[in-house]
């Protein structure tokens, strides 16, 4: 079956542009959540939905970070005005069952 | 926050077992144990998880000291394939979600 997508899967942005990163879950996963992992680091946690519902975003590191779930299902992670920091991989992983199931992530590059 | 502590790399010959420590001495009693691993260029994926009793799956056991301060995960014949970075982590039970927290990890170096 289809796992959890992200697109795309590469994004150069300059600095100061807006990215949108997007997340296709597994159908039927009511569990999503946003990581972000430095090289050699690993994952830290962003933000949790329960189906449209953000529950925790404790993790986004500014208020340029903004991330929607509106039907429960596709998922969409933005930042605003990226900064040099915020070159990363982006992970987005949707759960059931107490098991994560990640996508490839979108490596962000700032310029 | 409850954290792990794992060694930063090890090596093993292909088709041996390998033993991957993790201590966890500040776990409480609601946190589940949790195997991921990531290879190259990839998201982490789902190894095992377990609470107080050892746990078996098509990937790996583990295994779990009867103070669960610490477990061990075991691959039970390395192969090339298994060559990542393997995250023991320890979940955090707030009503119905949960959120895992990260550490470094220990990269698995498979020698053939």
């Known amino acids: 079956g289809a796992g959890v997508s992200q697109s795309p899967r590469y994004k150069v942005a300059k600095r100061g542009q807006d990215v949108a990163l997007r997340c296709d879950p597994i159908s039927g996963h009511v569990s999503l959540f946003w990581y972000q992992q430095a090289l050699g680091q690993g994952p830290e946690f962003l933000t949790y939905f329960q189906n449209e519902a953000q529950l925790d975003k404790s993790g986004l590191p500014s208020d340029r970070f903004f991330a929607e779930r509106p039907e429960g299902s596709v998922s969409t992670l933005k930042i605003q005005r990226t900064q040099q920091e915020d070159s990363a991989v982006d992970l987005c992983a949707s759960s059931h069952d107490r098991m994560q199931y990640f996508g490839p992530g979108t490596r962000l590059t700032v310029t | 926050d409850a954290k792990t502590t794992q060694p930063n790399s090890m090596e093993s010959n292909e088709e041996e077992p390998v033993h991957l420590p993790c201590n966890h001495s500040t776990i409480s009693g609601t946190d589940y144990i949790h195997w991921y691993r990531q290879l190259p260029s990839q998201g982490p994926e789902y190894v095992i998880h377990?609470?107080?009793?050892?746990v078996n799956n098509r990937m790996a056991s583990l295994a779990i000291a009867e103070d669960r301060k610490s477990s061990t995960l075991i691959l039970h014949r390395a192969t090339l394939r298994d060559a990542a970075v393997y995250y023991c982590?320890?979940?955090?039970?707030?009503?119905?979600?949960?959120?895992?927290?990260w550490g470094a990890g220990t990269k698995l170096i498979i020698k053939p």
């Open positions: 377990g609470l107080t009793s050892n």
């Open positions: 982590i320890l979940s955090l039970s707030l009503d119905s979600n949960y959120q895992l927290i």
